[in-house]
């Protein structure tokens, strides 16, 4: 963890950095490449769609203009679409810029804050950079939030309990009669925040719906385009909350906060381009199902996901997970080491296009065989 000098805040070296997973063009120039596959970060393969694009493409020659109406247009269209008021909407520049804006809203130097310890980092490291004092708490051995233990955590100090449906890195969705049970007898000082950002891929039946809760619960959910309509590059998320929670928010947030290129996308996939992702959602709902017939034949024990990756313990004998990852990666596939989060010995992965995932498959045999 970095130190730095007196003159900067005290949290920020408590706080860690956000590591990015490893890019094509860095793993092909470290081991000299032809061919890289990445499946790292969860990223969508087949996208941006056909209407999306073009979108993009027309707004460059507007783009010496802010993008007030456009915006406004944005926020109308993902009220429409959640059976929402725009006065329940709000942007931001990818899921990550409104987590750090919806700590800012929240949190004062002292107050708790409960996450899943192996859930997305950056809700313990924005919480501690505010002055947060962070309570990890282990998800159970099914990988499900342990939704008892954080009920006998919340204290007067409580503020906030963040929580990732389906989960990064395991892909599980936690159970939704406990999740709403879990709400239904939640302190009234007590905020949650979902993030939701793989929602798309899950199975909407077993999904907890926390939309039903706004204006009767303190809950704030988080959603991005850059998942399932594939617009990771565009950078643009948005959250959904009572106007109160709203007005705040754009209160806390830079004006501007997106791009007109990133809502030209966002706005042309809303209207026109759902079929398309609505195929490539089938293709990788498939293929991750192919997927883990595949590693459970090579003695993986692989979580039951419900988003666009997959999360497998290794088979018995074989090497930890970051000697894995590395010979992997000198073979020219890219896969997440889950060290970091405390499974040292499982790796994630994302479901990309068939041939990248037979490509993976056959790197993965001579690797696990050497």
């Not at 920020?12 to 092909?28: F, L, R, S, W």
């Not at 700590?103 to 899943?116: C, H, P, R």
């Not at 594939?230 to 959250?239: E, I, K, S």
Request: charged share 25%; hydrophobic share 40%; with cysteine.
């Amino acid at each position: 963890m970095a130190k730095f000098d007196a003159t900067f805040r005290n949290e920020v070296n408590v706080t860690q950095p956000y590591i990015q997973g490893e890019t094509e063009d860095e793993v092909a120039r470290k081991y000299h490449l032809d061919k890289v596959v990445k499946l790292g970060s969860n990223e969508n393969p087949y996208a941006p769609y056909y209407h999306s694009k073009n979108a993009m493409i027309r707004s460059i020659s507007t783009l010496n203009r802010y993008p007030e109406d456009d915006f406004v247009n944005l926020i109308q269209l993902l009220a429409d679409e959640n059976g929402l008021k725009p006065e329940n909407v709000a942007l931001g520049s990818g899921a990550g810029n409104i987590i750090e804006t919806v700590a800012k809203m929240f949190i004062n130097a002292g107050d708790e804050v409960l996450i899943a310890k192996q859930s997305y980092r950056l809700y313990r490291e924005v919480s501690r950079l505010m002055g947060a004092k962070v309570i990890e708490i282990p998800l159970t051995d099914d990988y499900q939030f342990d939704l008892d233990d954080f009920q006998q955590k919340i204290t007067d100090k409580t503020k906030l309990i963040w929580i990732c449906n389906p989960n990064n890195p395991t892909g599980t969705l936690t159970d939704a009669a406990k999740l709403e049970a879990f709400m239904d007898h939640l302190p009234d000082n007590v905020w949650v925040i979902v993030d939701e950002a793989y929602a798309q891929f899950a199975d909407h039946l077993s999904l907890a719906n926390f939309l039903r809760y706004i204006g009767h619960k303190r809950v704030m959910v988080i959603r991005t385009f850059s998942k399932f309509y594939g617009l990771a590059g565009a950078r643009l998320g948005y959250v959904l909350g009572d106007p109160e929670a709203i007005q705040a928010y754009d209160t806390v947030t830079e004006p501007f906060n997106t791009n007109r290129t990133a809502i030209a996308g966002a706005s042309a996939a809303l209207q026109f381009d759902q079929i398309e992702s609505n195929k490539a959602r089938k293709k990788i709902l498939g293929d991750r199902e192919g997927l883990v017939e595949s590693l459970g034949l090579l003695g993986f024990r692989v979580a039951p996901s419900q988003a666009n990756f997959v999360f497998a313990q290794l088979p018995d004998g074989a090497p930890d997970a970051t000697t894995v990852v590395n010979a992997l990666m000198k073979n020219g596939v890219i896969v997440r080491d889950c060290t970091p989060w405390g499974y040292p010995h499982h790796i994630r992965v994302t479901v990309g296009t068939h041939a990248e995932l037979e490509f993976f498959l056959s790197k993965l045999t001579e690797v696990l065989s050497n």
